[in-house]
């Protein structure tokens, strides 16, 4: 089976140019394409990080973000890709503390 995340790209800067890139140099690579493109959202996309580093390496200025949504709750994350280097960023998700004003 497998595990299904939900993906989504932006760019800072240069999204058509880097979109082109993608469809002229990564046609084979459905995962990569489907995403930039935003033809779909939900799969199972193992090499996400290798190939992301890939095209961000190509375009050094350019921030490329990705977000996912895993099948599991909670399993929120974003990571951010420059010049060929990434920060991975999990989702903390936290609660106010009880205030009994708040009570209606």
């Avoid at 089976?1 to 459905?30: C, F, P, S, W």
């Avoid at 489907?34 to 190939?51: C, I, P, Q």
């Avoid at 994350?77 to 106010?96: L, N, P």
Wanted: negative net charge; glycine residues 8%.
């Amino acid at each position: 089976m497998g595990y299904i995340t939900q993906y989504e790209v932006e760019m800072d800067k240069d999204a058509e140019l880097v979109r082109e890139y993608v469809n002229e140099n990564h046609d084979e690579n459905g995962c990569l394409t489907a995403v930039f493109n935003g033809w779909a959202y939900e799969m199972k996309w193992y090499g996400h990080e290798e190939d992301v580093r890939e095209v961000s390496r190509q375009f050094p200025d350019v921030l490329i973000t990705l977000t996912g949504e895993g099948e599991d709750n909670g399993d929120m994350w974003r990571k951010y890709f420059k010049g060929g280097k990434m920060q991975a960023c999990h989702a903390k998700i936290t609660f106010d503390e009880y205030d009994e004003k708040e009570l209606r």
